[in-house]
């Protein structure tokens, strides 16, 4: 039946993925903001990752028990936060349908890190200059406006590049942007090329311009959702202040401003940082905010630096931080059979009381591969990973024996899954 339709369809998919990404934008257009829908969504739709996951754990009693939910209605969770909007692993990061795929994935907090334009609004984005590796803006006029344009490879070594921020443009040349798969193609001869550069892991099926997000329209999205918020006050990539009088203070008061503005009780909202002077500052100017503030540590990257980082945790305590937030390979190492364990930050942070989340789930690939190749989230746990379903051992140490509150992931069905199974909500 309907078999004529049906070749004409697979052959006009054929045409359409020759190329991914067209050379045309003209299919590539903004969406125009509409207000969401008011569905909030009481189920998650979690898809066949979590039985992927589970059916490729090694046999015994945690694989057993996230079997045994495999046929349950699965709910919204605050344990799963969704990473850059909770389904970077496929959707462009940072925009309206990643955050959208969040929820629908169960995410209960939703991620949205901040960066300015040139006219002070905040806008979600990864990083203040990433905008040449996440968005269509060097295939566009708005690439002239671009701290570094693009510049073609040269075919003799030097790479192709360009460096575009948002404090380059203003808010409405922003929103006229596309969001795209995070990555870039080096040898690009030409801007469109340089637009390709997806992991073969990831996808550009969604990729079909992605709604970039003013802060205040994602607020209103995930309001509307009934689910909560995190906002990461990204570092400047230009000296503060900006443009006369636009201070780091400024800045860090703004994202407060703008939940006030749309009516957020703080207990809804952890805000995130890096800087620990961002942390102290919102401590000390509005303690409703401060005190669910998260500050991420990134500080025992190497042997090296691991036991100050350990160290300096008392410090953050006195200081009144009382969310911390360091990478995954920060709270686990390896017991005397490989098997995951609670490290010495681990155990130094719950004995200090901090409340504990972690980053990031599902954005290093096929694990055993990762492991091979050194990454970085499983950088301590190498020897100890071997397949794709160890995911769930790292969960599960994370969940019941470190005591973490919640875990950011790139698909946030991952997360959801374990945290119905183990009633974490
Ligand atoms: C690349 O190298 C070739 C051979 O050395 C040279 O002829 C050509 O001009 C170089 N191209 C650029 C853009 O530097
Ligand atoms: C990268 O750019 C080069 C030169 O423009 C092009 O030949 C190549 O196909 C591009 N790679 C991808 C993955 O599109
Ligand atoms: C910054 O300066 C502008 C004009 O120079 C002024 O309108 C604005 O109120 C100032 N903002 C702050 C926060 O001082
Ligand atoms: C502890 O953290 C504070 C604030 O980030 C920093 O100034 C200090 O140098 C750190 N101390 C050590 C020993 O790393
Ligand atoms: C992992 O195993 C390899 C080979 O057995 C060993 O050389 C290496 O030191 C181990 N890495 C860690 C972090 O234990």
Same mark, same amino acid.
């Given at each position: 039946?309907?078999?004529?339709?049906?070749?004409? +369809? +697979?052959?006009?998919?054929? !045409?359409?993925?020759?190329? !991914?990404?067209?050379?045309?934008?003209?299919?590539?257009?903004?969406?125009?903001?509409?207000?969401?829908?008011?569905?909030?969504?009481?189920?998650? $739709?979690?898809?066949?990752?979590?039985?992927?996951?589970?059916?490729?754990?090694?046999?015994?009693?945690?694989?057993?028990?996230?079997?045994?939910?495999?046929?349950?209605?699965?709910?919204?969770?605050?344990?799963?936060?969704?990473?850059?909007?909770?389904?970077?692993?496929?959707?462009?990061?940072?925009?309206?349908?990643?955050?959208?795929?969040?929820?629908?994935?169960? !995410?209960? +907090?939703?991620?949205?890190?901040?960066?300015?334009?040139?006219?002070?609004?905040?806008?979600?984005?990864?990083?203040?200059?990433?905008?040449?590796?996440?968005?269509? @803006?060097?295939?566009?006029?708005?690439?002239?406006?671009?701290?570094?344009?693009?510049?073609?490879?040269?075919?003799?070594?030097?790479?192709?590049?360009?460096?575009?921020?948002?404090?380059?443009?203003?808010?409405?040349?922003?929103?006229?942007?596309?969001?795209?798969?995070?990555?870039?193609?080096?040898?690009?001869?030409?801007? $469109?090329?340089?637009?390709? &550069?997806?992991?073969?892991?990831?996808?550009?099926? /969604?990729?079909?311009?992605?709604?970039?997000?003013?802060?205040?329209?994602?607020?209103?999205?995930?309001?509307?959702?009934?689910?909560?918020?995190?906002?990461?006050?990204?570092?400047?990539?230009?000296?503060?202040?900006?443009?006369?009088? /636009?201070?780091?203070?400024?800045?860090?008061?703004?994202?407060?401003?703008?939940y006030r503005a749309a009516g957020i009780d703080p207990s809804r909202v952890w805000l995130q940082s890096f800087s620990f002077a961002d942390v102290a500052y919102w401590l000390r100017a509005d303690p409703a905010f401060g005190k669910q503030a998260v500050l991420l540590d990134q500080s025992g990257d190497t042997p090296g630096t691991f036991p100050a980082a350990?160290?300096?945790?008392?410090?953050?305590?006195?200081?009144?931080?009382?969310?911390?937030?360091?990478?995954?390979?920060?709270?686990?190492?390896?017991?005397?059979?490989?098997? /995951?364990?609670?490290?010495?930050?681990?155990?130094?942070?719950?004995?200090? &009381?901090?409340?504990?989340?972690?980053?990031?789930?599902?954005?290093?690939?096929?694990?055993?591969?990762?492991? !091979?190749?050194?990454?970085?989230?499983?950088?301590? +746990?190498?020897?100890?990973?071997?397949?794709?379903?160890?995911?769930?051992?790292? @969960?599960?140490?994370?969940?019941?024996?470190?005591?973490?509150?919640?875990?950011?992931?790139?698909?946030?069905?991952?997360?959801?899954?374990?945290?119905?199974?183990?009633?974490?909500?």
């Amino acid at each position: 039946m309907h078999l004529k339709a049906a070749s004409a +369809i +697979i052959i006009g998919l054929a !045409a359409a993925s020759a190329s !991914a990404l067209p050379k045309t934008p003209e299919w590539w257009k903004p969406k125009s903001w509409s207000n969401p829908t008011q569905q909030r969504f009481r189920t998650a $739709e979690l898809g066949p990752r979590p039985q992927f996951l589970v059916t490729d754990m090694e046999e015994g009693w945690l694989k057993d028990k996230l079997r045994s939910c495999s046929d349950a209605v699965a709910r919204p969770s605050q344990f799963s936060i969704g990473h850059r909007g909770g389904a970077c692993l496929q959707f462009p990061e940072e925009t309206r349908e990643s955050a959208e795929a969040g929820m629908r994935m169960g !995410a209960g +907090i939703l991620e949205c890190d901040v960066a300015f334009t040139s006219d002070r609004q905040l806008v979600c984005r990864h990083d203040q200059c990433d905008l040449h590796t996440t968005t269509n @803006i060097v295939a566009t006029a708005l690439g002239a406006k671009c701290t570094t344009p693009f510049a073609a490879a040269d075919g003799n070594g030097t790479a192709a590049s360009a460096y575009c921020c948002t404090s380059d443009i203003t808010l409405a040349e922003f929103k006229s942007l596309c969001g795209k798969m995070d990555g870039y193609n080096a040898s690009a001869t030409t801007p $469109e090329d340089y637009l390709r &550069g997806t992991p073969a892991w990831r996808t550009d099926l /969604y990729a079909t311009c992605g709604t970039v997000l003013a802060h205040k329209e994602f607020l209103e999205l995930v309001d509307s959702r009934g689910r909560d918020f995190t906002t990461e006050l990204k570092q400047p990539r230009v000296p503060m202040p900006f443009d006369g009088n /636009y201070t780091q203070e400024v800045y860090a008061q703004q994202v407060i401003d703008e939940y006030r503005a749309a009516g957020i009780d703080p207990s809804r909202v952890w805000l995130q940082s890096f800087s620990f002077a961002d942390v102290a500052y919102w401590l000390r100017a509005d303690p409703a905010f401060g005190k669910q503030a998260v500050l991420l540590d990134q500080s025992g990257d190497t042997p090296g630096t691991f036991p100050a980082a350990v160290a300096n945790l008392s410090f953050y305590k006195e200081a009144g931080v009382q969310v911390i937030a360091p990478p995954l390979q920060y709270l686990v190492s390896l017991g005397e059979n490989n098997e /995951y364990v609670p490290s010495s930050y681990a155990t130094a942070a719950k004995k200090l &009381g901090f409340k504990i989340l972690t980053w990031s789930l599902e954005r290093s690939g096929p694990l055993a591969q990762a492991a !091979a190749a050194g990454d970085y989230y499983y950088s301590t +746990i190498t020897n100890g990973t071997h397949r794709d379903g160890d995911m769930y051992r790292l @969960i599960d140490v994370l969940a019941r024996q470190v005591g973490v509150q919640g875990i950011f992931s790139d698909w946030s069905a991952t997360v959801t899954y374990y945290a119905n199974c183990f009633n974490i909500f």
